[in-house]
């Protein structure tokens, strides 16, 4: 069996306007073992330089996960301490631009999901909104990770945030998952159900369909999900960035199956 992952940021319309850049960065990375590693950040719309941050938060995430688990199929706790050292390491280094660039740290400003995923288990760290919505092998939608709010409406946590390192929410479930999606906050009064967080499963369903149907052509596939998100439909009801990453399980195709594809065709 293999991951299938594809993503995308698409820039929100009321950044078209106002000049902004997308502020949303993705990343994942294929490891030994059938290990998926991914992370999603949204730049914080008051931040100057939050597409730097959010950009940088997911590069340095990324590679410390892949450096801490790159070697051996990790036990949970081994998980769970590079988790944290992603989280360290991807504030360190916002730190460090800060500092480069003479800014303020909070010019930086981003929120911050990571994802460990295997074909047993899967795992979560999280600071600030976006979700990951996982199905079950019995087809069933569950959130893994939900948004976290800040004290007041519409205000989030950032990774840059003072004591961030503290509030970072921590998640491992035994499940086998088929399919994931990972959203920021674009997407979320879309997809999810309030209260609770819950997936809105009409719109996770085709796609994770499509996922899981047969190996797919990347560029096409995300030239359509690039056009599904900047549709009028989706950016009448949300004009923030949004960034969508969905990964299948493949099954692979058996030599009997092959033999009688072949004789079919």
């Not at 997911?58 to 199929?73: R, Y």
């Not at 929120?111 to 795992?123: E, G």
């Not at 945030?161 to 997407?187: F, N, R």
Request: proline share 5%; aromatic share 6%; with cysteine.
């Amino acid at each position: 069996m293999s991951w299938q992952v594809i993503g995308t940021s698409v820039i929100g319309t009321s950044h078209t306007v106002s000049g902004k850049p997308c502020q949303d960065s993705h990343g994942f990375q294929n490891l030994p073992g059938d290990i998926m590693i991914l992370a999603v950040a949204d730049g914080l719309g008051t931040a100057e330089k939050s597409d730097t941050g959010s950009r940088l938060a997911v590069d340095t995430a990324l590679a410390t996960l892949a450096g801490s688990l790159g070697n051996s199929p990790p036990t949970a706790d081994e998980t769970r301490a590079a988790l944290e050292n992603a989280f360290l390491t991807a504030r360190a280094s916002l730190e460090s631009r800060a500092d480069a660039d003479g800014l303020a740290l909070r010019d930086l400003g981003t929120t911050l999901i990571c994802v460990v995923l295997t074909p047993d288990w899967i795992a979560c760290g999280q600071i600030g909104d976006g979700a990951v919505v996982a199905l079950q092998p019995d087809d069933t939608q569950v959130t893994v990770s939900s948004p976290q709010r800040g004290e007041y409406a519409n205000e989030t946590v950032p990774l840059t945030t003072q004591d961030a390192l503290s509030m970072v929410c921590y998640t491992h479930q035994e499940v086998q998952v088929k399919a994931l999606a990972m959203i920021s906050d674009g997407l979320q009064n879309l997809a999810l159900i309030n209260p609770g967080y819950l997936p809105f499963v009409p719109f996770f369903k085709p796609f994770f369909e499509l996922i899981l149907s047969k190996p797919l052509d990347m560029d096409q596939t995300r030239t359509r999900l690039e056009t599904f998100l900047n549709s009028e439909r989706i950016c009448e009801r949300t004009d923030d960035d949004k960034t969508f990453v969905l990964a299948g399980w493949l099954a692979p195709v058996s030599q009997e199956e092959q033999s009688a594809q072949s004789d079919h065709l």
